[in-house]
Every structure is written in C-alpha cells, then in structure tokens.
C-alpha cells in the first residue's frame, strides 16, 4: 500500500519489550506511513514515561494519562498529579481507564469508583477518554450512561454488534485491534460490521495483539496494515481508504493534526 496515512489509536511504547530498540523502531515510522501514535498510560509511572517518551518523537506521539482497571490500587492524591500531567503539551486524552473483571481476585466496587473518579476528571478537564472494557460491558454501559453524552474511545472492543451500538449512542468511538484478523474473531467482526466508518479507530494495543501473520511476536504499528486489510474488505473499500478514514476520526477525536 502506497502513500499510507495511519494514526494507531491505542499503543504501549514504553513497555519493557520495546526496550532494546525502541528509538529506532519509532524513527522508522513516518518512512512507512505512521503519521501518529496514541500512547496510553496505565499508572502514574507509565503516565510520566509516556509524556517523556513524546518530548522526544513530538511530531510523532500523543499521550493518555490515566489508571487501568488492573493497577492494584489508585495512590491518595493521583487525580491531582493526573491533572497535572494534562497540562503536558503531549496529553491528549484520560486513559486506559476502565473495568476489567478477568482474574477472580479483582475488586469490582473500587475499580467502578476509580473509574467514575477519572470520567469525572476528563469531563472537567474536557478531554476524551480510552476505555479498557473486558468481561464487564453490564457495569461500564450502566456507569458510562451516568456521564453521557463522553467523548472518547472504546479501545479494543469485544462487545456483540448490541454493545457496539450502545457504545455508539453514548458518543463514543470504537477500536479495532488485530483480533479481528483472528481465526475465530465472528464476535468482534459483527460488532466492527456494524459501526459506520465515521466512528472507527484503528489500533494496535501493542507489544500486544498481533494480528494474523504474526499472532504471537510482538506487535508494532507496522502491522496495522494487516488489521486495516480486514477492516477494509468488511467494509467494502479499500485498505488505504480505511487507514484515511480512521487516521481522520483519530485526529478529530484526539484534536491533534496527522
């Protein structure tokens, strides 16, 4: 694919994977048409290492500051350093925030507050939100119908094509990850079916979710092509106008250029 403009929504750069090359590889990226990455925090120390991270690829990064659902507990005084740090030119967004009831030791009640703390926070502050929704779509709809209309994003969606419509009545954009490349992935490509163009996000969530053919390595944005492949033949246009569309709906989205 010629003249490429692709925007990856969702990505963990600072994650140790990248450690042995990750200058080079983020260098390499306006050559192959990766006009913009979203990278997303998931505690206070990510959140100072992403906003680090973009000082030094300005043209290149945007940065989310937030708690994920996962981190073991939100340190007293964390909305204010987070309110802080969306001061930094490079913060575009809250996230990845959210609900994640996977692993049977998680606490559901503090992680609903935490997130109704930080929704409150990206309202105040009027910046979009990430969103990391997994086996809790009951409790994040209910609490996201309490601060509709939002503005946001979310981020590598899972839902059914019911969900997906519900996420999109509430304001918000939806994500698509290499998942949807997968063998199995009938879920998640009846939800993508079913989201009109104007609302799609491409993203890698990366070192995590390769798509098909490297299921299994690390991941970068330079597999979004693939992902993008897939998208494009569900929708019925081509690869590049995909990447186009949701490079747009990113840049609107985020209010940065691309």
């Known amino acids: ?16 994977a990248f450690d042995s090359d990750r200058d080079t590889l983020l260098a390499s990226f306006p050559e192959k048409g990766i006009r913009r990455c979203m990278i997303c925090a998931t505690d206070l120390p990510s959140a100072r290492a992403c906003m680090q991270l973009a000082e030094r690829f300005p043209a290149l990064l945007i940065t989310a500051v937030g708690v994920h659902p996962e981190t073991p507990d939100a340190p007293e005084g964390y909305l204010d350093r987070l309110r802080e740090y969306a001061k930094h030119p490079s913060v575009k967004a809250i996230g990845e925030i959210g609900l994640d009831y996977h692993y049977e030791d998680c606490d559901p009640a503090q992680q609903k507050r935490i997130l109704r703390e930080q929704l409150a926070l990206a309202k105040e502050l009027n910046l979009p939100v990430i969103l990391h929704c997994r086996d809790a779509m009951g409790d994040m709809l209910e609490i996201l119908r309490e601060f509709a209309p939002l503005q946001g994003v979310m981020h590598c969606f899972s839902g059914s094509a019911e969900s997906a419509q519900e996420v999109l009545r509430l304001g918000l954009y939806i994500g698509f990850t290499g998942v949807i490349t997968f063998r199995n992935a009938k879920k998640p490509l009846a939800a993508l079916r079913s989201v009109p163009p104007d609302r799609l996000l491409l993203e890698t969530d990366c070192p995590y979710m390769a798509p098909v053919p490297y299921r299994g390595k690390r991941c970068d944005s330079t597999m979004l092509t693939e992902t993008a ?28 250029e691309v």
């Open 229 to 256: 492949a897939v998208m494009a033949r569900e929708k019925g246009v081509s690869a590049e106008e995909i990447c186009r569309i949701t490079a747009e709906n990113a840049a609107k989205l985020f209010r940065c």
């Open 1 to 16: 694919m010629d003249n490429l403009c692709i925007f990856d929504s969702h990505s963990h750069y600072t994650d140790e």
